[in-house]
């Protein structure tokens, strides 16, 4: 399992906020923080900048242009947030969504790059990540099967051999239920041979869970550290307590569907004798005794003969006496 806290925009374009964000992600069990390296002026086109917009709790936040300045993050941003996460142990990482801030992650280190789901059909885009030959994370949120399937053809047409996951996600800010279609996590595992994953914009915990146990191998959650912050996505975000939980509980899920169908370990193998039943006699009875079904009773342990073979016993004679709740051992009936 690999878990990603997806601080996004929730840092508010606040380095010392940022920083708390990535500690307190760190300590809730997360694998990886994730931002996003916006230039707003290399995302939005001009004509846009001024169209109003709700400030989401920000006082000086009044136009589109107000918003998308406020959270985009500088190349010192990142080198500062990524030398705080080499320094505790948890790895950075950051969509780009310009050429230029895919060179300065490239420059500071990342080990992977992440391709947001309105950028799954930016092919240019797409082409100057995977000139970097690292490995990458699509996420396929707001996109139909077939512009997915396009999407990955088109990624391993470019790089054959590249390490690709795919994310199956909903672009719902919060996602409902009952559109959250986890069920699409099974079309994308006969798309794509490689990691499937869960980009959650879901409340709560308890669907990251549910796409664990449906094979979804990486979580990507977002992440804050108080859902009372400014901003469009504190309010669906996980706070420190429910990524641990998810963490904990997802990984608990992981491990109970690494065995490969039904087996037995060897301890259940060792509960049997206790919870299966042997074949006994329903009273005292003498030898030359031939044996009916009424004769018969089945009770534990286990360690007799299972009542699976009642019938070849039917009909046998005792070869000597046998005393009420004894088992009938093979040993004890004439061929």
Same mark, same amino acid.
């Given at each position: 399992?690999?878990?990603?806290?997806?601080?996004?925009?929730?840092?508010?374009? *606040?380095?010392?906020?940022? &920083?708390?964000? %990535?500690?307190?992600?760190? #300590?809730? $069990?997360?694998?990886?923080? @994730?931002?996003? =390296?916006?230039?707003?002026?290399?995302?939005?086109?001009?004509?846009?900048?001024?169209?109003?917009?709700?400030?989401?709790?920000?006082?000086?936040?009044?136009?589109?242009?107000?918003?998308?300045?406020?959270?985009?993050?500088?190349?010192?941003?990142?080198?500062?947030?990524?030398?705080?996460?080499?320094?505790?142990?948890?790895?950075?990482? *950051?969509?780009?969504?310009? &050429?230029?801030? %895919?060179?300065?992650?490239? #420059?500071? $280190?990342?080990?992977?790059? @992440?391709?947001? =789901?309105?950028?799954?059909?930016?092919?240019?885009?797409?082409?100057?990540?995977?000139?970097?030959?690292?490995?990458?994370?699509?996420?396929?949120?707001?996109?139909?099967?077939?512009?997915?399937?396009?999407?990955?053809?088109?990624?391993?047409?470019?790089?054959?051999?590249?390490?690709?996951?795919?994310?199956?996600?909903?672009?719902?800010?919060?996602?409902?239920?009952?559109?959250?279609?986890?069920?699409?996590?099974?079309?994308?595992?006969?798309?794509?041979?490689?990691?499937?994953?869960?980009?959650?914009?879901?409340?709560?915990?308890?669907?990251?869970?549910?796409?664990?146990?449906?094979?979804?191998?990486?979580?990507?959650?977002?992440?804050?550290?108080?859902?009372?912050?400014?901003?469009?996505?504190?309010?669906?975000?996980?706070?420190?307590?429910?990524?641990?939980?998810?963490?904990?509980?997802?990984?608990?899920?992981?491990?109970?569907?690494?065995?490969?169908?039904?087996?037995?370990?060897?301890?259940?193998?060792?509960?049997?004798?206790?919870?299966?039943?042997?074949?006994?006699?329903?009273?005292?009875?003498?030898?030359?005794?031939?044996?009916?079904?009424?004769?018969?009773?089945?009770?534990?342990?286990?360690?007799?003969?299972?009542?699976?073979?009642?019938?070849?016993?039917?009909?046998?004679?005792?070869?000597?006496?046998?005393?009420?709740?004894?088992?009938?051992?093979?040993?004890?009936?004439?061929?």
């Amino acid at each position: 399992m690999f878990y990603i806290a997806e601080i996004g925009l929730n840092h508010n374009g *606040s380095l010392k906020l940022a &920083r708390q964000m %990535v500690r307190a992600a760190q #300590e809730a $069990g997360a694998d990886a923080v @994730k931002f996003q =390296s916006i230039q707003a002026e290399k995302l939005i086109a001009r004509h846009t900048f001024e169209n109003p917009v709700d400030g989401f709790g920000f006082s000086k936040v009044k136009t589109v242009g107000d918003f998308w300045r406020k959270v985009s993050i500088d190349e010192r941003f990142h080198r500062e947030i990524k030398k705080l996460c080499d320094n505790i142990g948890i790895e950075f990482m *950051s969509t780009p969504f310009d &050429r230029e801030s %895919v060179e300065w992650l490239e #420059e500071i $280190g990342v080990k992977r790059f @992440k391709i947001a =789901s309105g950028d799954l059909t930016n092919y240019p885009l797409i082409e100057h990540i995977l000139t970097k030959n690292k490995p990458v994370i699509l996420s396929t949120g707001g996109a139909k099967i077939d512009e997915i399937q396009s999407s990955i053809n088109f990624i391993r047409d470019k790089t054959p051999n590249i390490d690709l996951s795919v994310l199956h996600c909903v672009s719902l800010y919060p996602t409902p239920p009952a559109l959250a279609n986890l069920q699409a996590i099974d079309q994308l595992q006969l798309l794509h041979s490689g990691p499937i994953g869960f980009s959650d914009h879901t409340l709560g915990f308890h669907l990251a869970l549910g796409a664990i146990a449906r094979g979804a191998e990486i979580i990507e959650k977002h992440f804050t550290i108080d859902q009372k912050l400014p901003g469009p996505d504190q309010s669906i975000s996980a706070t420190p307590p429910i990524f641990s939980k998810i963490v904990k509980l997802g990984n608990d899920i992981n491990k109970a569907l690494q065995a490969d169908g039904k087996q037995l370990s060897s301890q259940e193998k060792d509960e049997l004798n206790d919870m299966r039943r042997s074949i006994v006699a329903a009273k005292d009875m003498n030898s030359g005794t031939i044996l009916t079904s009424n004769d018969l009773e089945y009770k534990r342990p286990g360690d007799g003969i299972s009542p699976i073979e009642f019938k070849n016993v039917i009909g046998k004679q005792l070869k000597t006496d046998i005393a009420k709740d004894e088992q009938i051992k093979w040993s004890l009936l004439d061929d």
